[in-house]
């Protein structure tokens, strides 16, 4: 049973730099309340952001811290299991996350998801939906057990009943069957390449017996014709090797000049044509003009007939300049044309020169293939090659009664996995707890006044009949009729678990049950059910009717909210 003794917190949404601090123990029923955002229902925030490190409403990590602090947001949360004693601490700015066993520190593992899973699966044993569950009912953002989707409600009921560990079970399963899937694959691989093996070594051995001298001298002469082959073609690439050799770095430095002539002279290009631009620019200043157009000045027309003068003697040097750069350049492209085609004849000489290489190279194999074909005639070890062939066979043998073991194992496990599926034992499990699951929650339901048959079946699928018979689903009814829905439930979980010793614990927290959809009625039915509770329960009610309420619980405590601070006070 998992006790819960006190939770404190401080720098956590509204509450300040002074540590607010409840003892989860001392009474058996609390009654919380407050205004609207003094900080009722920051100790459900605060139980879950430290055992699950998220709250219990839908709040984005970095708004717990307070907003006005802004840094050393903790919160502690200290309970008991079995006789040990745990607290959690876990904190934002700077980020904390420790578990402390006994006042020891327990080691921390690598990654805070280790961590996080160590408190969840060997503390704890729930996770944060189940606890959500059996422990807080709230009108905020907590999403009820009918409202859950039909994976999520199994998940639920498998950590109350306590049968997740076949879940795990069968994860292990399905990893060995992966493991012999692997394994038998391996040995098929081997079992095949064996047999291949075996085939090509009967072969041989027959090739060995059968061989003959008509045989051996067909082979020397298939060497002999490759061996002339493989002299021509390495003449033939000693022929454009030199060729290559001698050329190819003269080319390859002949189109390299060719190429810087050819940019110079198109920068030449580009040069005359900016001069011969610059002329014409200037002689449109003098022809037929009197005056300067920059200065107005009046032009003499001795200085103006001298100046077009010059001009056109610079003109005339440009276009002959043109004109022998043009020329320059004609010679130039077709020198670089002869270059290219000695460039691509060497370049073909290369091609050759590697595909004689190949070539010369597949001879050289067929030519070791052919000699070991002679040795083999000349010395054939048959007894030998017959002594492998056996070894093979031996191998194979073994390796088909390891595939045939392996193959065993396979099905066994098929089995387990087949008997740890869903639909498998952890469905008798659940068959046998339904009845009590069902019968507790109409028990529940009467209790809170509710008259309607509700029945889950082995899918967890809802089945609710009214006195006359009439089928309805859980969305068909109001939202009070819902909420006694999901109060007979939660009841139901706690039961369930307390039977099951799987998720129990002294705390139950009604967060503005009283306040939402309950008529009087309700409220006074739901009483009744806090009263039978075991006397280690400890219950916590969150509510707006301070004036309904007061006085029916041991225990008050109220938060206010002055200078934007959450302050607790405590009276019984």
């Not at 920051?42 to 055992?51: C, R, Y």
């Not at 492209?333 to 597949?362: H, P, Q």
């Amino acid at each position: 049973m998992i006790c819960f003794k006190s939770i404190q917190y401080k720098n956590f949404l509204s509450t300040g730099d002074t540590p607010t601090r409840i003892n989860l123990e001392a009474f058996r029923s609390s009654l919380v309340i407050g205004s609207n955002g003094s900080g009722k229902s920051t100790m459900l925030d605060a139980l879950s952001f430290a055992l699950f490190g998220k709250p219990h409403r839908n709040i984005n990590k970095p708004q717990l811290l307070n907003s006005i602090n802004q840094k050393k947001c903790e919160v502690q949360v200290e309970f008991s299991v079995g006789g040990a004693e745990y607290k959690v601490v876990r904190g934002i700015k700077p980020n904390t996350f420790e578990i402390w066993l006994n006042g020891k520190l327990m080691n921390q593992e690598s990654h805070s998801r280790d961590y996080q899973k160590v408190l969840e699966t060997n503390i704890l044993k729930l996770n944060h939906k189940t606890f959500h569950q059996v422990v807080v009912l709230g009108s905020s953002s907590f999403v009820p057990f009918m409202q859950l989707s039909a994976n999520a409600r199994r998940e639920v009921i498998e950590d109350l009943l306590d049968i997740g560990i076949f879940t795990k079970m069968n994860g292990l399963v399905k990893e060995r069957n992966l493991d012999l899937r692997g394994k038998i694959d391996g040995l098929e691989t081997k079992i095949a390449n064996l047999k291949s093996r075996i085939s090509l070594q009967s072969e041989h051995i027959q090739e060995l017996m059968g061989i003959d001298a008509q045989k051996v001298q067909e082979y020397e002469s298939d060497i002999q014709e490759l061996t002339q082959n493989i002299i021509k073609l390495n003449e033939e690439t000693a022929k454009h090797t030199k060729k290559y050799d001698a050329c190819w770095d003269s080319a390859l430095k002949e189109i390299e000049r060719l190429s810087d002539i050819s940019k110079g002279l198109s920068e030449e290009r580009v040069e005359l044509k900016h001069k011969a631009k610059d002329i014409a620019n200037k002689a449109q200043t003098y022809e037929g003009k009197s005056e300067c157009h920059t200065c107005g000045q009046k032009i003499e027309e001795s200085f103006r007939e001298s100046r077009m003068k010059e001009l056109r003697e610079s003109a005339r040097e440009i276009q002959a300049q043109t004109e022998s750069n043009k020329t320059k350049g004609i010679e130039v492209n077709k020198e670089m044309k002869v270059a290219a085609f000695l460039r691509t004849a060497l370049v073909e000489s290369k091609n050759i020169i590697d595909g004689n290489a190949k070539t010369v190279a597949g001879y050289q194999n067929q030519i070791s293939k052919l000699q070991a074909k002679i040795q083999n005639n000349s010395g054939a070890d048959v007894s030998k090659a017959q002594a492998a062939l056996l070894d093979d066979v031996n191998t194979k043998d073994e390796l088909l009664n390891q595939r045939a073991s392996e193959m065993d194992a396979k099905r066994y496990n098929e089995v387990i996995a087949e008997m740890l599926k869903d639909t498998g034992i952890k469905t008798k499990v659940i068959r046998q707890y339904l009845p009590v699951m069902n019968r507790l929650i109409n028990s529940y339901l009467g209790v809170l006044d509710f008259f309607v048959s509700f029945q889950l079946d082995e899918a967890f699928n809802e089945t609710i009949r009214s006195r006359h018979r009439d089928n309805f689903a859980y969305a068909s009814f109001s939202e009070g009729e819902k909420q006694r829905i999901d109060l007979a439930l939660l009841f139901a979980w706690r039961q369930v678990a307390k039977m099951k010793n799987s998720v129990n614990t002294n705390l139950l927290i009604l967060d503005e049950i009283f306040d939402s959809s309950l008529d009087t009625d309700g409220v006074e039915n739901l009483q009744k059910i806090l009263k039978t509770l075991d006397e280690d329960t400890r219950v916590f009610v969150i509510s707006h009717k301070k004036d309904v309420l007061e006085g029916k619980f041991d225990r008050k405590i109220e938060f206010r909210k002055p200078n934007h601070f959450s302050q607790m006070t405590v009276s019984h």
